[in-house]
């Protein structure tokens, strides 16, 4: 599970989420994508895209 935002907001996140005793936060990923420096939103979801294609590729897929 991608979550997109800044750390600060990862950590609020799982806190917000542990306190709902949703424990398995593991599977959650933040900040999602790859650091291109993005500015705006395609900006963003080019990031995201290109972690999803990397990590499809060290999976050997």
Do not use: C, F, K
């Not at 950590?11 to 900040?31: C, F, M, N």
């Amino acid at each position: 599970i991608g979550a997109v935002g800044p750390e600060r907001l990862q950590r609020a996140r799982a806190d917000w989420l542990e306190y709902r005793d949703i424990t398995d936060l593991s599977r959650v990923h933040g900040p999602a994508g790859l650091d291109i420096g993005a500015r705006n939103p395609r900006e963003v979801a080019l990031a995201v895209l290109a972690e999803m294609v990397a990590a499809r590729a060290a999976a050997g897929g």
